[in-house]
Every structure is written in structure tokens, then in C-alpha cells.
């Protein structure tokens, strides 16, 4: 009897620690199923400077997120950033003449691709590259232009 | 002069012994052919010794870290308006090192601490030797799965911590603090990591949980079998395995988030 409670709670503990595991997974890393299964395609695009872009950011249409940068790499030919973005399958409305943007969130925030949808009949597929590009902006460009203007008027 | 050379040398291969005898009671505890005879019923009398007696404790403590965790990052996040960063706070330190650091170092203090006491006991009052004396493996009777319930409860029980943790944390930090439950939650899911950090953390778990029983059980078989023995093999016990953890994880850390 006494080795049954004791096979009773030890059981009982596999299953708080199977519980909290998957409380962690579930409600705080926020994996949802269908999130991992969701069938997306790529599209590149070239900036001149990515600067604080990271893998995993976000690409937003209009503030809401339709997808994550998979891969930045430099291309040797033209020596500008590409950034490989895997954009989910149901978006089919960002136009041949769409505009990709890196902006930040906030002063401070993490930065993020925004794609400004066009009025081209041509819709993007898998693969395509997106032409119109603005880079991200740097701060300390945007300081220094300002400091030295200000040297100049006086 | 020449003594204190020799205090230092002797001083240097007794470290170095105890290095080695630990290290062939693990390699003698964990290979060799497992007997069927036991069953499981000594594995889980022990993950009911070291695990379910170990909840407690972890539940108490895990609830008033999280509350105490929620309550700092409250105060200090308020200033710059960033209150809703506080699950992310929160989580990603429980997470990636608290979690897994204090569940480990209460463990060795509440399960390490009566496993070594346990088996210096055994040792003191030459059970060990009657064991062996019978032909039974003492190694294998009685350190193996004492070692197999502290790996495995070290996991869960840090799980466990981290659990209760956040969930104090939200009571403090919602329910009374006022932080917006919707944005707690999706900074906090937002920012971690499923590989990342909780399994890394994970991972961590299992490693503390092997190096304290290893230690406790080593420090059970290696106690001078006299009751001050037994007492002084208990205090190093949780001496020994509370440095290794912090040891440990600081290597760990490096390793998992340090630089690229």
C-alpha cells in the first residue's frame, strides 16, 4: 500500500514537471502550432546599409506583421545588403512596385522591415525581388549632417 | 620550508584523489548491467525522496521570487514608461538563469544535503559493507538510483520553479501593480525564445541536477563513517555543489549566450 502512494505522487510529479514544461512553451515562449506550420515564400531585397537589422525581425504591411527576415547577406557583385525575407502564403497583394523600408519602432525599439504596397497589376511571387528600397536610417549620419550644417551658418 | 612544500603537495593530491574517486563512483554507478531484479521500484522511491519532498520548498520559494522579481523590475521600468516590458523582464531572467540557479542550489541544500547524511549513515553504521558482503553492489544498489532521481527531478523541479515564478510575478505585476495583462504576455512571448531559452535552460537544469547528486552521493560514500564525519560530509555537500552550480552556470552561460 505504502509503495502505491509513493508510485502515486512520483507520478503526480512527472506530471506537474510535463505541466510547467509546457506552460514555458505554450503561454510563455508563445508557440502556437499552426505559427511553426504556416507555409510562407521568399522575397529578397538590396538596401545600401541595413544597420541594427537582425534576423527574425518582423515585416509589417501597414503595422501588421506578415512575416519575419530570414537571412541578410552582402552581395559581392553589387556590395549591398540582401535581405531574404519568408513572407506567410495568404499575402497576395504586395505589387511589383512596392516599397521595402527599414524603420524602427519607437526611439529605441528593434527595427523592422515595412513594405509600402503599390498599384502595379504584377503581383510578387516566391523568389521576386522587391526593387524600390529606402534604407534604414542612421542616427549618427543624421547627427553629424545636423552639427555640421549648424557650423556652417554661423 | 621544505613542510610547508610537502603541506601544499599532500594538500594537492588529496584534491586530486578525491577528483579520481569520484570520478570511477560515477563511471562504476552508471555502467555495468543494470539489474532487473529492483525493478523500478528504487528509482522511484527516490525520485520520491528527492523530488516530491523538494516541491515544496521550490513552490515557496519560486512564488516569492517571481514576486520580488516583478516587484524591482516594477519599480525600475516605471520610470522610463516601459512597465510593459516587465514579462519580458521577468521571464528571460527566470529562464535563462535564475530559474535553473535557485531551484539547483535548494535542491542541494534539501535533497543533496539528505542524500549525503543518507548514505554516510549506511556507511557509519556498515550497511555499505554488509551489502557488500552479501553480494550486493553498493555502487549499484544504492548510489545508482539516487543518481538517476536527482537528474531527473533537477529538470522538473526547475521547471516547476520557473512556472510558479512567472506566475507569481504576474500576480504582483497584473493583479496589483496594474500592468496591462495583454501586453505582459506578448512582450513576454514575443522575446522568448523556444531553443533559446527555455530549453537552454533546460539543459542547464539537467547539469546541475547531474553535477549536485553526484556530488551529494560522492560526499555520502566518502564521509568518514563517524557522526562528525557524517556531518562535515553534509556541509560540503552543499558547499561543494552550490560553488559547482554557480561555477557551472557561469560556463554554461557563456557558452549558450555569450558571444557569437
Known amino acids: ?154 | 620550508m621544505l613542510s610547508y612544500l610537502q603541506r601544499l603537495g599532500r594538500t594537492g593530491l588529496d584534491v586530486a584523489a578525491g577528483f579520481g574517486r569520484a570520478g570511477i563512483l560515477l563511471a562504476q554507478a552508471v555502467w555495468g548491467p543494470i539489474d532487473w531484479r529492483y525493478g523500478p521500484g528504487l528509482l522511484l522511491r527516490q525520485l520520491h525522496f528527492v523530488g516530491v519532498y523538494s516541491l515544496i520548498i521550490i513552490v515557496v520559494s519560486g512564488v516569492l521570487i517571481g514576486m520580488v522579481l516583478a516587484l524591482q523590475g516594477y519599480t525600475v521600468l516605471v520610470r522610463f514608461g516601459a512597465e510593459s516590458a516587465l514579462g519580458q523582464m521577468v521571464s528571460l531572467t527566470l529562464l535563462r538563469e535564475l530559474g535553473p540557479v535557485v531551484a539547483a542550489l535548494l535542491f542541494a541544500g534539501r535533497a543533496g544535503s539528505a542524500l549525503t547524511a543518507e548514505i554516510g549513515l549506511m556507511k557509519t553504521t556498515e550497511q555499505l559493507a554488509a551489502m557488500e558482503m552479501i553480494g550486493v553492489d553498493p555502487l549499484r544498489r544504492v548510489a545508482r538510483p539516487r543518481l538517476l532521481a536527482g537528474i531527473i527531478a533537477m529538470p522538473i523541479l526547475a521547471q516547476v520553479f520557473n512556472m510558479v515564478a512567472i506566475l507569481g510575478a504576474v500576480g504582483v505585476g497584473v493583479s496589483w501593480l496594474g500592468v496591462d495583462a495583454g501586453s505582459f504576455w506578448s512582450n513576454m512571448q514575443q522575446s522568448v525564445e523556444l531553443g533559446e531559452d527555455v530549453m537552454n535552460g533546460v539543459i542547464k537544469a539537467f547539469a546541475f541536477g547531474v553535477v549536485v547528486t553526484w556530488i551529494a552521493v560522492f560526499e555520502g560514500f566518502d564521509a568518514e563513517p563517524t557522526p562528525e564525519g557524517i556531518s562535515t560530509a553534509t556541509t560540503r555537500t552543499v558547499v561543494y555543489s552550490s560553488l559547482a552550480v554557480l561555477a557551472m552556470d557561469f560556463l554554461l552561460t557563456a557558452i549558450m549566450f555569450g558571444v557569437d
Open chain 1, 1 to 154: 500500500m505504502q509503495s502505491r502512494s509513493i508510485e502515486i505522487s512520483v507520478g503526480a510529479f512527472i506530471l506537474l514537471g510535463i505541466v510547467a514544461l509546457s506552460f514555458l512553451v505554450i503561454q510563455v515562449s508563445g508557440l502556437t502550432f499552426a505559427d511553426a506550420r504556416r507555409d510562407t515564400y521568399q522575397l529578397s531585397a538590396q538596401f545600401n546599409t541595413v544597420a541594427g537589422l537582425a534576423p527574425r525581425a518582423k515585416v509589417m504591411v501597414a503595422g501588421v506583421t506578415i512575416g519575419r527576415v530570414t537571412d541578410i547577406h552582402i552581395d559581392p557583385v553589387s556590395v549591398r545588403a540582401v535581405v531574404d525575407m519568408a513572407i506567410d502564403k495568404n499575402v497576395d497583394y504586395l505589387t511589383a512596385d512596392s516599397i521595402a523600408s527599414i524603420k524602427t519602432a519607437g526611439v529605441l525599439g528593434e527595427q523592422y522591415v515595412s513594405i509600402a504596397v503599390g498599384a502595379s497589376e504584377d503581383i510578387l511571387k516566391g523568389g521576386d525581388r522587391i526593387r524600390d528600397t529606402q534604407s534604414a536610417m542612421i542616427l549618427e549620419d543624421l547627427i553629424g549632417k545636423f552639427v555640421t550644417n549648424f557650423g556652417d551658418k554661423k
